[in-house]
């Protein structure tokens, strides 16, 4: 498939090491704040979201740190593994309604070394 | 379980064409949104329809259009294609707050 992200930042990390992903947003009244990994010809995957009224939130190898002080989001991954090789967004939006309009950030892809 | 589905996939058009793709949502999702993702970007923000109404629109021109049918599908249209119209257009369905993506329809204008 057709890559999303020639152009984007790239995160080269050994397998098995952990894994940073860092994202600025804008807008400070967004409440709700996800990341999404994009492999290569598919659409967009959710992996972790997270609400303002928190500054960290676990999942299965993944944590978000949420710093609303400095407007930062990170995606943490632990032991990364070949299978975590893609583009990596971060989307923001505000309210809790369905469908709720994503500002997504410019993506950072992550390249796993064997 | 059947995600979001969308139709083509792929697709080749001339400038001054039109377009219709076509998105079906998860089953019980009442929410569709459209974005336009063009290569080395993020996604970006065109519409949003819930219970067939247009809940949002991002900023792009009138060309754009799109609807929701009583079964909750839906279709984006896009006349008087431009080169810049290029892009992977991808629809999201949603239950509650998460969205969920489809494939995407890889639109390649000539």
């Known amino acids: 498939g057709e890559s999303v992200g020639l152009h984007l930042p790239t995160l080269s990390v050994q397998e098995g090491d952990n894994s940073i992903i860092n994202c600025a947003y804008s807008?400070?009244?967004?409440?709700?704040f996800i990341w999404y990994k994009q492999e290569s010809g598919k659409g967009p995957q959710f992996i972790i979201d997270?609400?303002?009224?928190?500054d960290k939130r676990q999942g299965q190898r993944v944590t978000v740190l949420l710093n609303k002080t400095v407007k930062h989001l990170s995606l943490q991954i632990a032991a990364t593994q070949p299978g975590d090789s893609a583009v990596y967004f971060c989307?923001?939006?505000?309210?809790?309604?369905?469908?709720?309009?994503?500002?997504f950030g410019g993506g950072t892809r992550v390249l796993v070394k064997p | 379980d059947a995600g979001v589905t969308q139709s083509p996939t792929h697709l080749i058009k001339t400038r001054g064409q039109h377009v219709t793709l076509r998105c079906s949502p998860i089953?019980?999702?009442?929410?569709v949104s459209w974005y336009q993702q063009v290569l080395g970007q993020g996604p970006q923000f065109i519409f949003q329809?819930?219970?067939?109404?247009?809940?949002g629109r991002g900023n792009f021109p009138d060309r754009f259009s799109a609807r929701q049918f009583p079964n909750y599908s839906s279709e984006l249209n896009v006349n008087a294609l431009l080169l810049g119209d290029s892009a992977l257009y991808l629809c999201?369905?949603?239950?509650?707050?998460?969205?969920?993506f489809g494939q995407g329809t890889r639109l390649t204008v000539v």
């Open positions: 997270i609400r303002s009224n928190m």
């Open positions: 089953s019980g999702h009442k929410s």
């Open positions: 807008n400070s009244a967004s409440d709700y």
């Open positions: 329809y819930y219970e067939k109404e247009e809940r």
């Open positions: 989307a923001e939006t505000q309210g809790r309604a369905a469908g709720n309009k994503l500002t």
């Open positions: 999201a369905s949603s239950l509650l707050s998460e969205a969920f």
